[in-house]
């Protein structure tokens, strides 16, 4: 069965860090592009990272630019996203996918993990 696990998340304060982790069963990540998104309540779904699975390239929207570091583990089957400076706007689910492409774009995204809230708030 092919599955994203996500792990991570929660209630951090403002300023604080957090690191989700997506983990891959039935397939291997090794081929496919990675992305995190995230859903705010009333907003639409957002891209906010990608890692390319050719070159390891990696893309960020311009407002976590220097606070969040995707990454990948092959070997471990494993992609994370480190979240440094959380602000209170970024309260969402946080989501990873999938895909054949690195892109912001969530319909180019073929697998979902289960998504995992992460709340900043003091």
């Known amino acids: 069965q092919v599955q994203l696990v996500q792990y991570g998340g929660g209630l951090v304060q403002p300023g604080g860090s957090l690191r989700l982790s997506c983990a891959a069963s039935g397939f291997t990540l090794d081929s496919y592009a990675m992305g995190w998104f995230r859903q705010a309540p009333g907003k639409e779904r957002e891209g906010v990272s990608c890692i390319s699975a050719t070159d390891g390239r990696t893309y960020y929207t311009d407002s976590v630019k220097g606070r969040f570091t995707i990454s990948r583990d092959n070997a471990k089957n494993t992609v994370y996203q480190q979240m440094n400076s959380l602000k209170p706007e970024e309260t969402a689910v946080y989501y990873c996918?999938?895909?054949?492409?690195?892109?912001?774009?969530?319909?180019?995204?073929?697998?979902w993990g289960q998504g995992t809230q992460v709340t900043v708030s003091s």
């Open positions: 996918a999938a895909g054949l492409g690195a892109t912001m774009t969530a319909s180019r995204y073929h697998y």
